[in-house]
């Protein structure tokens, strides 16, 4: 007690340090972003620089501490006085530098892309190493500090570190951020580093362990040199070196299975952070307890021995790192919970993960320290080299594992290399019989092998994209087609049962090649058509490419650039979406370029006559800076005279004041703006043109009107110009009522990032469709180029009325929906389908509230009333896919009631539908089966079940499906 009195100034400076220096690493991270890129590479080579200075301070400082060149007070207060200056100073530095630093990066690129890729990885190892080795450097000295010996600095010294560090991040994250900012919270960083030169400077230290000072320390009285361990050193680095790859590969690993459970969001990269950060800590702290009281265990028994137990306990904790998304599903499945409740819940999901292995490589850096201690290293040295191996391992593996494990061997295959990497170790750092070793991989495998198994079996289990479709019980995503966990996120392609392609990244939709057709052709088109001169155009974002698609097909167009970091998302827009984007990629003016937008603006010199941002949502980590003025900004620097930007946003899952800020926003950068509605209570697009810009309308719906941008216009069920004339809301006067008073956002701030994910869960369209009540003017007023009497636009406004006035009764029908009240929304969704009879996406949205209520009767035992919603449905004569769902509905409601006949015509119908979409449908065989059981013919059901065997590809499904054939039999 008296030892840890005469100390706890030390362990709170090291509790101090661990939290300034994490929370500073995390929004640090976010600085960097506006300089290199949101590139895995840039975010690999800023780590590996972070982990290369830790290391490399931590051995240097234990050298030079064991020399006694310096004391660990001095080095503790000049440390953290140069980390406090230049966290002070870190914000405005990389607001100075983005842009030379991108012209510099983005002028490589265009030389060679090796050469940009390597300038990129160089700066992001440079910006990172001195702030990494002044961090390293406290690690030894603290421990020298102390006065511990025996590892048991090493131990103490880290938990204190991790605690802090895990509690850091997460205010940093879920309170300073959202509130302050990224440049504030990384200045508060400083205020904590200066508080910790402070508090050193305020200590005294414990007295120096015999033979500190002067050359090496020999092994204590009480740590006898156990036989052999003289002469392992380099093993026990290399052993090291081997947990600190295991460790970052299954961070890593963790970390991507957490966002696929609870979303791309920044929230859910700290609580992949902290419960790893909270697992050292458990380790740490447990090493402690144990070498304090057991001090004459042999250390590279016991090293290796923690090894071998982290390599089962990850053989173990497999299961539960790819059961996260269930975890998640169960969460949100009764709706969203509170932000701290749902936060805090998947911070323990991911623990539950994380704990088996990590809390043993924590354990495992104290018993390393004491292994080098036995053999001849002072106490900070030993710390030194602990924390080099570990950190050359942890370099070497988030390069090995970004860009080599995830793509090659996928997530469980990753998880199952960290166990493999820890039984390594334990071999390297003490061998034992044989026999013994292949126990241990035996024990391992046989946890690994079933696992993996199932998780190869069922590729649409990590796919299930709780943190939106949780509860979504009658939204059907599809049939996996392929899965890739690419290096900077995981993409899969589904299909379902009618046709329709859907591109998923980290478990979100972004893309799909019916629902969102009409967002992506109206975003595509309309700022394309409304510059005054049509030649270049920047696409920021792939998706599915028809939005690229959009660009390219108005007259005039010559070449068309388009933005897109994903590889994943090329191959699937090459060939899953070819057909839905009319062969884009394969067009030879269009170019898809791997490069991050904001940088590319800012150092790119090549300029366009349109630019259209279609990023995904803004609460995904790293897109909120693509709704900043600094972006705006650098994108009006790219239009040619008379040029057009449109920006797309949602107005889903936000709030009001985010709305008026992204409005507000681009209407400081582009005073001459407009708003146009592409779905109604869904997606919104600004349109703002580079001065000097006035509107030629008939030049427009020339555009518009032309073949082939009519066919893609027809597709997203906008025909003739009152159509088009309808979705504008609103031009420059009416942009500055819907943004008026609200705050401008700012890439230095990146209040976006750490706002969006709270709001995730949360209706406000009340509050948005009150905003955009403001405008009290007349679409496009002020910025047309004739606005007499007799002109194109007050002609086009007249015919446009009763479809505008159609567009008033679907935002009262997305009011009704969103408040729970179905049957109301379905009174304004037919009012709004009567006024515009042809328009099929009016007629579909209402026909998807008849099946959402046709649902809610099922389930409140109402199979009459069910029927008679879905038969509304169906006549209503909506989009392929809900007449689909309707016909499969409607033929499970007469099998119930055994109306055979009736169901088998209703599953014909829909199997009809699957077959001239090209799609295997094998439980509409299954379904059809039930049908003809009811009907009396065995033999005909029997051979449906055959079929449906043959089709599925679920190994578990086809078994069943198996087991009933073999019983109707």
């Known amino acids: 007690m008296r030892r840890w009195l005469r100390s706890w100034r030390w362990i709170l400076c090291a509790l101090l340090s661990g939290g300034a220096t994490l929370a500073a690493e995390v929004m640090g991270a976010r600085l960097l972003r506006s300089m290199l890129g949101s590139t895995s590479l840039a975010q690999t080579a800023a780590v590996s620089g972070v982990l290369l200075g830790l290391g490399l301070g931590a051995s ?57 890729n390597t300038l990129r990885a160089l700066v992001g190892l440079g910006s990172t190493v001195l702030p990494g080795a002044l961090s390293g450097s406290a690690f030894p000295a603290l421990v020298m500090a102390g006065g511990w010996r025996g590892g048991e600095g090493t131990a103490r010294v880290g938990a204190a570190n991790s605690l802090g560090a895990a509690g850091a991040a997460s205010l940093a994250t879920f309170v300073l951020a959202p509130s302050l900012g990224v440049s504030w919270t990384v200045r508060l960083a400083g205020l904590a580093f200066a508080a910790v030169a402070a508090l050193a400077w305020a200590s005294t230290p414990a007295p120096s362990p015999r033979g500190v000072g002067a050359g090496l320390a020999a092994p204590a009285a009480s740590e006898p040199v156990h036989a052999g361990e003289g002469m392992g050193g380099s093993s026990t680095l290399l052993g090291l070196a081997l947990v600190g790859l295991a460790s970052t590969a299954w961070q890593l690993t963790l970390t991507r299975l957490g966002i696929l459970a609870f979303g791309p969001s920044a929230f859910a990269l700290t609580a992949a952070l902290s419960a790893h950060v909270i697992s050292l800590f458990l380790g740490e702290a447990a090493a402690a307890a144990w070498i304090a009281r057991r001090p004459h265990t042999s250390a590279p028994d016991a090293l290796s021995s923690l090894c071998r137990l982290g390599a089962l306990g990850a053989a173990l904790a497999l299961p539960v790192a790819l059961a996260l998304p269930r975890m998640s599903m169960h969460l949100l499945a009764g709706g969203a919970p509170s932000t701290f409740t749902l936060w805090s819940s998947a911070m323990a999901c991911v623990l539950a993960a994380t704990l088996p292995l990590v809390a043993f490589v ?37 390069w090995a594992i970004s860009f080599g494990a995830l793509p090659l061997l996928r997530l469980e295959g990753t998880l199952a290399l960290s166990a493999l990497a820890m039984l390594l170790a334990g071999s390297l750092i003490a061998r034992r019989a044989w026999w013994r070793e292949l126990a241990w991989a035996t024990l391992a495998v046989a946890g690994i092998a079933p696992t993996l198994r199932d998780a190869r079996a069922n590729p649409a289990a990590l796919l299930t994209g709780p943190f939106l479709y949780a509860g979504a019980e009658d939204l059907e995503l599809g049939r996996v087609r392929w899965r890739r966990d690419g290096r900077e996120a995981t993409v899969a392609v589904r299909y379902d049962d009618t046709g329709g392609v859907l591109l998923q990244i980290d478990g979100k939709v972004d893309a799909t090649s019916e629902g969102d057709a009409t967002t992506q052709t109206v975003v595509g088109l309309v700022p394309t058509a409304m510059a005054r001169s049509v030649g270049t155009a920047l696409v920021v974002g792939l998706g ?62 090549e300029t366009y006559d349109t630019i259209v941002s279609e990023p995904s949502n803004p609460w995904v980590a790293g897109m909120s800076e693509l709704f900043t003025e600094e972006f705006f900004t650098a994108a009006k620097g790219r239009l040619r005279p008379g040029g057009v930007m449109g920006a797309w946003f949602h107005a889903y899952s936000t709030d009001g004041a985010t709305v008026a800020s992204v409005v507000e926003t681009f209407r400081r950068v582009f005073p001459r703006s407009a708003l146009v509605e592409v779905s109604a209570g869904q997606d919104y697009l600004l349109v703002g043109a580079r001065e000097p810009y006035r509107l030629d309308l008939d030049a427009f719906f020339a555009r518009v009107e032309a073949p082939e941008s009519r066919r893609r216009a027809e597709r997203a069920g906008i025909e003739g110009r009152a159509a088009w004339m309808a979705r504008f809301l609103a031009g420059p006067r009416g942009v500055a009522a819907v943004g008026e008073g609200a705050e401008v956002l700012s890439a230095r701030d990146l209040l976006l990032e750490f706002r969006a994910p709270s709001l995730l869960y949360r209706d406000a369209t009340a509050e948005i469709f009150a905003r955009f009540a403001r405008v009290q003017d007349l679409p496009l007023a002020g910025l047309v180029l004739d606005a007499s009497p007799g002109g194109t636009w007050l002609r086009t406004l007249d015919e446009s009325e009763p479809m505008r006035e159609a567009g008033a009764h679907l935002r009262s029908m997305v009011l009704a929906d969103r408040a729970g009240e179905i049957s109301r929304a379905i009174r304004e969704g037919e009012l709004a389908a009567g006024l515009v009879p042809t328009d099929e996406l009016h007629r579909t949205r209402v026909a998807r509230l008849y099946l959402q209520r046709a649902t809610l009767r099922r389930r409140g035992h109402d199979p009459g009333g069910a029927e008679a919603d879905l038969t509304e449905a169906l006549a209503l004569r909506p989009q392929v896919s809900e007449r689909f769902r309707a016909l499969v509905a409607l033929g499970d409601l007469a099998n119930r009631r055994r109306d055979g006949s009736r169901a088998w015509t209703r599953f014909s119908e829909a199997l009809d539908i699957a077959r001239a979409a090209g799609q295997p449908a094998p439980e509409l065989h299954v379904r059809r089966a039930e049908a003809l059981a009811i009907i009396g013919a065995p033999a005909e059901a029997a051979r449906e079940l055959e079929i449906a065997i043959r089709e599925t590809t679920d190994p578990a499904r086809r078994m069943q499906l198996r087991r009933l054939l073999q019983g109707g039999r």
Do not use: C, K
């Open 544 to 605: 599915s490419g028809m939005t690229a698609d959009a660009v390219r097909s108005v007259p005039g167009v010559r070449s068309v650039t388009v933005l897109e970091l994903l590889p994943e998302v090329v191959i699937a827009a090459r060939g899953d979406f070819a057909r839905s984007n009319h062969r884009v990629l394969y067009d030879p003016r269009v170019r898809a370029r791997a490069a991050d937008a904001a940088q590319w603006l800012r150092g790119s010199a």
């Open 60 to 116: 240097i400082a234990g050298r030079e501490l064991t020399r006694g060149a310096i004391t660990p007070r001095r080095l503790l207060v000049i440390s953290h006085l140069v980390l406090a200056a230049f966290a002070a100073l870190a914000p405005t530095l990389a607001h100075s530098l983005a842009a030379p630093i991108a012209r510099l990066l983005v002028g490589s690129d265009m030389v060679s892309p090796l050469l940009g």
């Open 362 to 398: 924590g354990a495992a850096l104290a018993q390393g320290a004491r292994a080098l201690e036995t053999q001849g290293r002072s106490a900070a040295q030993a710390n030194g080299a602990v924390l080099l191996a570990t950190s050359v391992g942890n370099g070497v593996g988030a």
